[in-house]
Nanobody, 128 residues
Framework: QVQLVESGGGLVQAGGSLRLSCAASGVTFSSYVMSWFRQAPGKEREFVAAFELIRWSGRSTYYADSVKGRFTISRDNAKNTVDLQMNSLKSEDTAAYYC??????????????????WGQGTQVTVSS
């Protein structure tokens, strides 16, 4: 059974940094996509970043335009986590952040409909 648990959210001033972690258990897929999405109050959930592991071709990362150059997604094999390092935070980054896993390979990594497993979310609040 796949379980995802996010941590690392909190309150930070604009321009600051936070690091989110998604601890995954039960993920035994040889190929998968682990992603971060976020949802601000009154808005739809949106894609933030994805880490893709494909058995025959290696790893790739993808980012939403709004976070490119500021956020970095990475996998910590020792801890079995997928982390999201968030730098130069802006007030518009305020949202609940969720990690999710998509089994297999998908070119639609940005589409939340393809993800079967989700964490409970962690709140990030950026004060201006």
């Amino acid at each position: 059974q796949v379980q995802l648990v996010e941590s690392g959210g909190g309150l930070v001033q604009a321009g600051g940094s936070l690091r989110l972690s998604c601890a995954a258990s039960g993920v035994t897929f040889s190929s998968y996509v682990m992603s971060w999405f976020r949802q601000a109050p009154g808005k739809e959930r949106e894609f933030v970043a994805a880490f893709e592991l494909i058995r025959w071709s290696g790893r790739s990362t993808y980012y939403a335009d709004s976070v490119k150059g500021r956020f970095t997604i990475s996998r910590d094999n020792a801890k079995n986590t997928v982390d999201l390092q968030m730098n130069s935070l802006k007030s518009e980054d305020t949202a609940a952040y969720y990690c999710a896993v998509l089994q297999g390979v998908s070119s639609d990594y940005w589409d939340q409909q393809g993800y079967a497993y989700w964490g409970q979310g962690t709140q990030v609040t950026v004060s201006s």
